[in-house]
């Protein structure tokens, strides 16, 4: 090397999802507190002391992030409770106590759906489908209620047309989505609000509700990502879509917040036009 030469240090690479490694920027490593929604849920449903609250979240956390490292793991959102904030949940808890039907789609370890039952919904009218069966199999464990949940649950592909979600098709009057979507592509979401369409009933008034991870300008999640994050306008233009291929129409009522840790423990890595999008979706025709 002669004097005029200056050496490089090569770019450093981002950790990539799926890592185990708990250094990455999306693992939480202790929790402070929780909201009073989750410490009822906990205490008062599932019956776990006060003091074992957070420790037993932080032990199955630690479990669920060998069964698969995802970023909600990691950021303890596998606990949030969504469903409850939607400004449509006193109707939808009504009509599942008169009867109608309710699917958690990507329901992780099914944390809304026990908040409906503790809330007084017949768990039987309850159904949960994840990717990863292990979730749901830890979620009896997070929420010790394995002898006296009575809820469905199926192990599935989303995109897989012959596989057990095919018995639930045309069946649901609501389906909760929640920190699902952004996971694909634009065509991926798009694909996947057709499927969901055809999992509900034909009837007006059926409701889609959920949340997403979301921007101020749609666009991949990432440099080089497949995962696509959207605005109210583009959420919008996809349910139109999804409407056109389906022969149904979707009235969207979306809005972004700051949630999801925006301008919260900010991180280095953090988008800063990445927001929450809250969503309600409810069939017009």
């Known amino acids: 090397m002669t004097s005029t030469e200056t050496t490089t240090a090569p770019p450093s690479t981002p950790p990539e999802i799926g890592t185990r490694d708990r250094s990455v920027g999306w693992y939480t490593p202790t929790l402070e507190n929780i909201s009073e929604a989750q410490r009822d849920l906990l205490e008062n449903y599932s019956h776990i002391a006060p003091d074992r609250v957070i420790p037993h979240i932080l032990e199955v956390r630690d479990r669920a992030w060998e069964i698969y490292p995802y970023p909600c793991i990691g950021q303890l959102r596998f606990i949030d ?12 808890l009504k009509r599942l106590k008169e009867g109608a039907s309710l699917l958690d789609l990507g329901c992780c370890c099914a944390q809304d759906l026990r908040k409906l039952v503790h809330d007084g919904a017949p768990s039987e009218n309850l159904w949960g489908a994840e990717l990863k069966g292990d979730f749901l199999e830890l979620g009896y464990e997070l929420f010790l209620d394995r002898e006296t949940l009575k809820a469905h649950f199926i192990e599935a592909d989303v995109f897989d047309a012959e596989g057990p979600l095919k018995q639930l098709k045309g069946k649901m009057d609501f389906i909760h989505i929640g920190l699902f ?16 369409v055809s999992l509900m009933k034909p009837e007006k008034g059926c409701l889609i509700l959920g949340q997403q991870i979301g921007s101020l300008e749609p666009g991949p999640m990432a440099v080089g990502s497949k995962m696509y994050k959207h605005n109210v306008e583009s959420f919008e233009k996809m349910w139109k879509e999804a409407g056109e291929r389906t022969g149904s129409e979707w009235k969207v009522n979306a809005n972004i917040d700051a949630g999801l840790g925006v301008d919260q423990n900010k991180r280095a890595s953090d988008d800063p036009d990445t927001r929450r999008l809250v969503f309600e979706i409810e069939r017009v025709s």
């Open 81 to 92: 409770l969504s469903v409850c904030r939607s400004p449509s949940y006193s109707l939808v």
């Open 181 to 196: 979507l952004h996971l694909f592509d634009l065509e991926g979401q798009v694909n996947a609000c057709e499927r969901i």
